[in-house]
């Protein structure tokens, strides 16, 4: 099983437009309402691969009541912690002509010491059933600079395996308590490690130290460029799955996760996880919604002809 913890949970409202124009009125095209925040992606992509999820974190006012209760639709048991205030909303707007992707994110409800707490005793006990717990994204107002830290020491002393999707603070925090699997992406991995990944040597450099902070596994998502994974003792290169037209990139580096998570729970060795993990973003970003995927479309993504390569190793 996989317990997903999104510590800034929100409704993901996606918006198609024939043309965004700054001033202008716009009526959409099509619009779409799901409870969002990237660990919700992660939780709503592997429930669709066949994987029994639980997603916490925290939840507040009407919007938690929303995104509870659509996590519940979506076959995905609902866990969270009910805290003051209000849940985010986060748009995005998909404009047809150009292809540009605009978001605007809220900030979210500010967490007590005493909430943070009661995720605390909760995630511990939701560990115990979950083979894997993923924390992904950014910590509200209110949670420590080191929540991450202090939640995977707490995973991993309750037998779970923690994987770790986030960025700036959060990631050098969450990294010092050795998460199983990391998963930064290109800009990530710049700003934490201080120099441009503008080569396959810097990638292989970027991969080390990322190990060296603290990571067992690491997946350095590049976008258009594929992705890198590394045990430390071995390395590959997953060259993009490529698809006709992209309609939404949001989401995508979720279903990356959450495909590798449910290959693992499957029992797939890595190179097989992170393939899976592949089809599953190509398969979201030919859908409207951030974190949805047809399974039918990765079983078919699956079978193109996309070989990773294996890159020296150490």
């Not at 592997?46 to 996590?71: P, Q, S």
Request: charged fraction near 20%; charge should be negative.
């Amino acid at each position: 099983m996989l317990a997903t913890v999104t510590l800034n949970a929100a409704i993901d409202k996606t918006y198609r437009l024939p043309r965004l124009s700054p001033g202008q009125l716009h009526r959409t095209k099509e619009h779409l309402s799901l409870p969002g925040g990237k660990g919700i992606n992660v939780a709503r992509v592997a429930r669709a691969l066949g994987t029994d999820v639980i997603a916490t974190g925290f939840v507040a006012g009407h919007n938690g009541r929303f995104i509870a209760e659509g996590c519940a639709k979506a076959g995905i048991a609902p866990a969270f912690v009910e805290t003051e205030g209000e849940s985010r909303c986060c748009l995005t707007f998909l404009d047809e002509e150009t292809g540009e992707v605009t978001e605007v994110l809220e900030q979210g409800p500010v967490i007590s010491d005493r909430a943070f707490a009661h995720l605390q005793g909760k995630l511990s006990h939701l560990a115990r059933q979950a083979t894997f717990v993923s924390f992904s994204g950014s910590m509200p107002a209110g949670v420590p600079v080191d929540g991450y830290h202090t939640l995977i020491d707490l995973v991993r002393q309750s037998g779970a395996l923690p994987v770790l999707d986030a960025s700036g603070t959060a990631l050098v925090h969450g990294l010092k308590a050795k998460p199983y699997l990391v998963k930064p992406n290109r800009d990530e991995a710049q700003v934490l490690l201080g120099y441009e990944l503008n080569c396959e040597g810097a990638v292989i450099q970027a991969l080390h130290d990322i190990h060296s902070l603290g990571a067992k596994s690491v997946l350095l998502s590049m976008g258009e460029q594929g992705a890198w994974f590394s045990t430390g003792d071995t390395r590959w290169h997953f060259p993009a799955v490529q698809v006709e037209k992209a309609v939404n990139p949001v989401g995508c580096g979720d279903a990356l996760l959450a495909g590798i998570i449910a290959g693992k729970l499957k029992g797939l060795d890595w190179e097989a996880a992170v393939q899976m993990g592949m089809a599953s973003a190509a398969a979201n970003v030919i859908s409207i919604g951030a974190g949805m995927v047809d399974p039918d479309v990765v079983e078919e993504l699956l079978r193109l002809p996309v070989q990773p390569k294996q890159i020296g190793s150490g």
